[in-house]
C-alpha cells in the first residue's frame, strides 16, 4: 500500500513540474493601491484578447500556459504600459507604488531585469534621448529579446523615424538573432516604411465595410481623413469615444474610417451599434492576416493615419493627443 502511495506521489510530482514547465507566472504587488484592475495582452498573440487582472490587498497574480517565449504588456488605467517578456516555467514579479507606475522594478528574468534597468536609467529622458539610447542598446546588445523590442517600439513604430537607421539597426538584429522568426517576418514591413513615411501618397487600398460601404482610397480625396486601427481586446473604446468628439467637433470637414482587427463578428457588430459608430468601419476578422496592414507599415495598435485632401500622409502615430491631433487642429481651424 505504501509503494502505491508513493507511486501516485511521484506520478504526480512529475505531472506538476511538467506542467509547470508550460505556464508562465506573473505576481506583484502595489503601494498606493489596495484594490483594483488592470489588464494584459499580448501583441504577439500569446494571449488572444484583453484580460483582466485584479489587485487585492495590494497584490496581484497571474498565470499563463505558454511553450513558447512571449512579450505580454501590462496596460494601466491610465493608459501607462509595462512590456514583459514571458516564458513558459519562469516566474517574473512587480515591485510598483502606484502613484509612480514608471518606476516600477520588474525582476525574476534576465531579459525583464534588462529593461526594467533601460527604463530606470531613462526615465528623465526626452523622446530623442530615448531614440538615441535605444539605439546604443540595441548596437551593444545585439541578441537580446530586449534590443528587439526596443526597435520596434522607437524605429519600426517610429513615423518620424530615419529610416537609413532603422534599415541598419534591422540588419545588426537579424545577423545577430538568425533563427529569430518575428524578426525575419518584419522584413516587408521594415523595406516598406519609406513607402508610407510622413509626406508620402497614402498606398492604394479598397476595403468592404462591415455595413457593405466601399472605402476606397479614390474616394478619400477632397478632406482630410483620419484612419483609426483598433479592436475590441486593445482599448477600442477610448479610440471610438475620441472619434465620435472629432466628428462632432468638425462634421463634415473630416473623414473618418475605423480598421478592426477583431476576431469575434458578433462582438464588433454589437459594440458598434452600442457605441452608435456611424462611420465606415472595416474588419476581415483576420487580426493581423490582411497584407494591408504590411503595406501600410501598422505593427501595433491603436493607430492612427491622417491624410490631407490629396491622400498625402500628413501624421501618424499611436498616440492620438499627441501625434494625430496638432495636425488636425492646424488644418481646421
Known amino acids: 500500500m505504501k509503494r502505491i502511495f508513493l507511486y501516485i506521489l511521484s506520478v504526480f510530482t512529475l505531472l506538476s513540474c511538467k506542467n509547470s514547465d508550460n505556464r508562465f507566472s506573473l505576481s506583484g504587488e502595489f503601494d498606493h493601491l489596495q484594490q483594483g484592475e488592470f489588464y ?4 504577439d498573440g500569446a ?19 505558454l511553450k513558447e517565449q512571449a512579450t505580454l504588456m501590462l496596460l494601466y488605467p491610465n493608459y501607462s504600459e509595462h512590456v514583459i517578456f514571458a516564458e513558459g516555467g519562469k516566474e517574473v ?11 516600477a522594478e520588474i525582476t525574476g528574468t534576465p531579459e525583464n531585469e534588462e529593461m526594467t534597468h533601460f527604463r530606470l536609467e531613462n526615465l528623465k529622458s526626452n ?50 538573432q538568425p533563427d529569430n522568426i518575428q524578426l ?15 509626406g508620402q501618397k497614402l498606398p492604394e487600398f479598397k476595403l468592404i465595410g462591415i455595413k ?5 482610397t479614390a474616394k478619400l480625396k477632397g478632406k482630410v481623413t483620419l484612419i483609426s486601427f483598433w479592436a475590441n481586446w486593445r482599448n477600442s473604446g477610448y479610440v471610438i469615444y475620441q472619434s465620435r468628439k472629432l466628428k462632432r467637433q468638425y462634421g463634415s470637414q473630416l473623414g473618418l474610417i475605423g480598421y478592426s482587427l477583431d476576431v469575434n463578428s458578433q462582438i464588433l457588430k454589437g459594440n458598434m451599434k452600442r457605441d452608435s459608430i456611424t462611420w465606415p468601419v472595416y474588419c476581415d476578422f483576420r487580426a493581423w492576416g490582411n497584407p494591408l496592414l504590411e503595406k501600410l507599415n501598422v ?3 491603436p493607430y492612427h493615419i491622417l491624410v490631407d485632401s490629396e491622400n498625402i500622409i500628413i501624421a501618424r502615430g499611436r498616440k492620438l493627443e499627441k501625434d494625430i491631433l496638432p495636425e488636425i487642429e492646424k488644418r481646421l481651424q
Open 299 to 301: 505593427n501595433d495598435i
Open 93 to 103: 514579479k512587480i515591485k510598483a507604488d502606484a502613484q509612480k507606475l514608471s518606476e
Open 127 to 176: 523622446k530623442q534621448k530615448m531614440i538615441q539610447a535605444a539605439e546604443t542598446h540595441i548596437k551593444k546588445n545585439p541578441t537580446s529579446r530586449v534590443s528587439f523590442y526596443l526597435f520596434k517600439e522607437y524605429f519600426l513604430n517610429n513615423p518620424q523615424g530615419d529610416t537609413s537607421k532603422t534599415l541598419a539597426l534591422y540588419r545588426i538584429l537579424t545577423e545577430a
Open 212 to 216: 457593405g460601404d466601399t472605402i476606397h
Open 40 to 43: 494584459i495582452y499580448s501583441p
Open 184 to 198: 525575419r517576418a518584419l522584413q516587408n514591413k521594415v523595406l516598406g516604411i519609406a513607402n508610407t513615411k510622413i
Open 47 to 65: 494571449i488572444l484578447q484583453l484580460d483582466t487582472i485584479k489587485v487585492t490587498s495590494g497584490k496581484f497574480e497571474y498565470q499563463l500556459p
